[in-house]
């Protein structure tokens, strides 16, 4: 069993509300802090703890929360980046729906640290009733005295209000989060100025993922050194991993960092193994726009290494051999599925979202996603497969924000490992054709057939 | 884009009213366009879940803004509807992580019942389906968003209860 700083008191009846949260020992790093800290000692430790974003970037939280500009004498904002819309990722929503008080308990002890008086939580609009439960818990909270003027008599003040979005995936890039926030349409904005200096209304600001917010209150309880044990080198703490695909037992579940791939995905405590018992082809560990492996990349490194569940370690490899941690959305695909039709899919994915800001995403998203359709279709052309790279090639750093390359990683990805796969469509159309969707035949099965024509 | 003749009965009653301010309030004075999104869904959700020029005009007098800023933004975001929508509206995850536990097909079978296809109402207005990128439930797949909640684990035995309940005026789509 590891160890659980997030979901330690989940399963306690009712801990949904402030009364059983409170009774837990809810809030006491609001009271540590504003009683016995100062802003500049809580940023220590949260630095000591190696904390890392959990959004997907892993930049370390503390050292994020130290570039915010003190001098200007501006209002200063926190907020917290609720938007989770990365194809494989839905922890965030798993925690602000049980456990909605702990984001609140870490939003006022960071507000705190960041000298913010006004704060938000931007949550994406199909989580509705998650936003109703997080304004109630607010209500709860502010009854109770833990926001407002005057926080425990210490001359703190805090407001800490609930803002939704309406359905678009480049609101979880900060600037997008703030433009969107301004009440604008969701475009990033050119860096610098970042955010620190000039965020929300052009004031200083910090963006930070519901995950990473929620574990400041037990690095505040415990401390930040105390943090920096749990996990391996320097990826500390726990993360929280939502596993889909073909496992046996899809959900939320939070790992010490370090965990190996190979236990994650077998022993019962965690995914159980695969669903149907049919062989593993292929995962993804970190959303949809690191690269996938495939099966003999997963448990070992390149080096032959055990993988483990780590910043480090799932990168070990660079793009080559490696992937990235990302977001912790680990999807998980069996023999049956197609990945030119799961790269076609995430390409319709990202041509929905991008916001048509820069040409080349806008462009390119979209001509990738009918080149993949047309080989998915069995209208594919020999020479496509370099089509996808070359266009992919010319998003990846030509864009102002990362979801140029979150769109251009997994096509690149998926070709490097399943390029027969390509070949095979592209070869064979008519053996791909009237399939059941996602279901096609083993690719193990009919392999043979495009090695003989490349002989 | 923006573009439909039909209008709209707009209704700005007081319970709105008061739910507009309030969520105005939570913005400095001079910032009130920040209220924007929240602003809409709420009217959105009071008026048959679409927004017509009027309306969203009807937004922009409220938050102080010029009518371009309400309409550059509600047809930006997906959630928004310019024109009007079933009284149901099953919205389908599509995305890859749901699609391997069967959505595909369950859209098929969906549309199948209703006698429409993706994207389409039925005749009587009850009944839209559609296919929306990642909703955030891909462990609990296939799944659908159904007004301000989610539906999830599904299969064909659910979604013909479900429309039996849509039809018997069973299902609650809006958390007030």
Redesign the interface.
């Given at each position: 069993m590891s160890k659980k700083i997030l979901l330690d008191k989940i399963n306690i009846p009712g801990i949904k509300t402030y009364e059983v949260y409170r009774k837990n020992g809810g809030y006491t790093s609001v009271e540590k802090a504003l009683k016995t800290l100062t802003p500049d000692e809580v940023v220590e430790e949260v630095k000591t703890s190696g904390l890392r974003g959990r959004g997907g970037a892993g930049f370390p939280a503390g050292m994020k929360w130290s570039f915010i500009d003190k001098k200007s004498g501006k209002p200063r904002h926190l907020v917290c980046n609720a938007d989770e819309s990365e194809p494989g990722t839905f922890k965030d929503r798993y925690l602000m729906e049980f456990i909605p008080h702990l984001l609140i308990e870490g939003m006022i002890t960071s507000s705190y640290a960041l000298g913010a008086n006004l704060s938000y939580i931007y949550i994406r609009g199909e989580y509705m009733w998650v936003y109703k439960i997080l304004e109630r818990a607010i209500n709860e909270a502010k009854a109770a005295g833990w926001l407002g003027k005057n926080i425990l008599g210490t001359g703190y003040d805090l407001e800490l209000y609930v803002h939704c979005g309406a359905g678009a995936y480049i609101c979880g890039e900060e600037t997008a989060l703030i433009e969107s926030l301004e009440g604008k349409r969701g475009n990033p904005r050119i860096k610098p100025p970042f955010p620190a200096v000039s965020g929300l209304w052009a004031n200083p600001t910090v963006v930070n993922n519901v995950e990473t917010i929620s574990a400041v209150p037990w690095i505040v309880n415990n401390s930040g050194a105390d943090y920096a044990n749990i996990g391996i080198g320097r990826s500390t703490g726990t993360k929280l991993i939502s596993a889909s695909g073909h496992i046996k037992n899809p959900g939320v579940y939070e790992i010490e960092m370090g965990l190996s791939v190979y236990e994650f995905m077998n022993s019962d405590e965690y995914l159980g193994g695969m669903s149907s018992d049919r062989p593993l082809k292929a995962f993804i560990p970190g959303g949809s726009s690191v690269p996938v492996l495939p099966a003999h990349l997963i448990y070992k490194t390149a080096n032959g290494e055990d993988r483990l569940m780590s910043y480090e370690s799932l990168s070990d490899g660079g793009f080559a051999t490696g992937s990235m941690l990302g977001s912790g959305g680990f999807i998980v695909y069996n023999d049956t599925s197609c990945i030119v039709r799961n790269t076609w899919n995430f390409s319709r994915f990202y041509h929905h979202e991008s916001c048509g800001q820069c040409s080349p995403c806008r462009e390119g998203t979209g001509w990738m996603e009918k080149v993949l359709h047309r080989i998915e279709n069995g209208h594919g052309r020999e020479e496509d497969i370099e089509l996808l790279l070359s266009i992919q090639s010319k998003i990846e750093g030509n864009t102002i924000c990362p979801l140029g390359d979150a769109a251009a990683w997994p096509v690149a990805a998926a070709i490097r490992h399943f390029r027969d796969e390509f070949e095979y469509h592209i070869r064979f159309p008519e053996k791909i054709k009237n399939r059941d969707h996602f279901v096609a035949e083993p690719f193990e099965k009919v392999k043979h057939l495009v090695s003989k024509v490349i002989v | 884009m923006i573009h439909t003749d039909q209008k709209q009965n707009i209704n700005m009653t007081e319970t709105l009213m008061n739910r507009i301010n309030e969520l105005i309030s939570?913005y400095?004075s001079d910032?009130r366009?920040?209220?924007?999104?929240?602003v809409?869904?709420e009217v959105q959700d009071a008026h048959d879940n679409w927004l017509s020029i009027e309306l969203m005009d009807k937004v922009a007098e409220i938050?102080l803004?010029k009518p371009i800023?309400v309409y550059?933004?509600a047809s930006?975001?997906?959630?928004?509807n310019l024109k009007p929508i079933g009284k149901y509206m099953f919205e389908f995850c599509?995305?890859?992580?749901c699609?391997?536990?069967?959505t595909?097909?369950l859209m098929d079978y969906t549309c199948e019942k209703l006698g429409i296809k993706e994207g389409e109402t039925t005749p009587d207005g009850n009944f839209t389906v559609v296919g929306?990128?990642?909703?955030?439930?891909?462990?609990?797949?296939p799944m659908m968003?159904l007004?301000?909640?989610?539906k999830e684990h599904l299969n064909e035995e659910k979604i013909d209860q479900l429309i039996a309940d849509c039809k018997d005026n069973k299902i609650i789509l809006?958390?007030k």
């Open positions: - | 939570h400095p910032k366009k920040s209220a924007l999104l929240p809409l869904h938050l803004i800023e550059e933004v930006f975001y997906t959630m928004y599509r995305t890859s992580p699609c391997l536990n069967g595909e097909n929306v990128e990642c909703l955030g439930a891909c462990g609990y797949a968003q007004g301000d909640f989610y809006h958390d």
